[in-house]
């Protein structure tokens, strides 16, 4: 059996498999530089050198794409593998450095405001970063942290380090947009580690 080809603006590409990568690739860079609203999937079909109708096969929808595009190797995996790495006494200062790290990194950095952008951008965007928040971060950190109110736990956490992340990185709020990455862990670390393992109060 012969393999389905595609032929566009980037020449020719390998069957349906490579197909589906090249156009979530050129998804991933639409949705990073561009955002959610005004990416589109004539867009995103001529950066990946195919028809538009070909996308629509593939993802059915910009939704469809969105999601994808925020599942296929998510830049938050390495939250995941750290949670896994070490004891959970020091999981605070690891997780906000590494969180920090992510951010600052070019290609990791802009997923991930694309992710943050892309919340807002629309209720069914903001749906899937949410899912998307709760199985690939929240879900793992849960299962990592093993207390009691786990999820809770994971959920401040969360909340906390996005909220940090969106005035720092987003809106580059002073003086916090310029403190130093150490200094910000040294802040962050015992804050995130009370959410983790510190008493929450009453139920």
Same mark, same amino acid.
């Given at each position: 059996?012969?393999?389905?080809? =595609?032929?566009?603006?980037?020449?020719?590409? #390998?069957?349906? *498999?490579?197909?589906? =990568?090249?156009? /979530? &690739?050129?998804?991933?860079? *639409?949705?990073? =530089?561009?955002?959610? /609203?005004?990416?589109?999937?004539?867009?995103?079909? *001529?950066? &990946?050198?195919?028809? #538009?109708? /070909?996308?629509l096969q593939f993802f059915g929808s910009k939704d469809g794409l969105f999601d994808a595009a925020l599942r296929a190797d998510p830049p938050t995996r390495p939250l995941t593998a750290l949670v896994r790495d070490g004891d959970v006494d020091h999981l605070g200062e690891r997780l906000v450095r590494r969180y920090l790290e992510l951010w600052e990194a070019p290609d990791t950095g802009a997923r991930l405001l694309a992710i943050v952008r892309g919340a807002s951008a629309s209720p069914s965007a903001s749906a899937m970063v949410a899912s998307f928040m709760t199985d690939e971060v929240m879900l793992p950190l849960a299962r990592a942290i093993g207390t009691d109110r786990a999820e809770l736990r994971a959920n401040l956490t969360g909340a906390h380090l996005l909220g940090v992340a969106t005035a720092r990185y987003v809106l580059k709020v002073e003086p916090l947009a310029s403190l130093e990455r150490e200094a910000l862990v040294a802040i962050l670390a015992p804050l995130v580690r009370h959410h983790l393992t510190g008493d929450l109060g009453r139920p």
């Open positions: 059996m012969t393999e389905t080809r =595609e032929k566009g603006a980037g020449g020719r590409r #390998p069957g349906v *498999s490579g197909t589906r =990568e090249a156009i /979530l &690739a050129a998804a991933q860079r *639409s949705f990073a =530089e561009h955002g959610y /609203l005004a990416t589109t999937i004539r867009g995103v079909a *001529s950066a &990946a050198g195919v028809d #538009p109708a /070909l996308v």
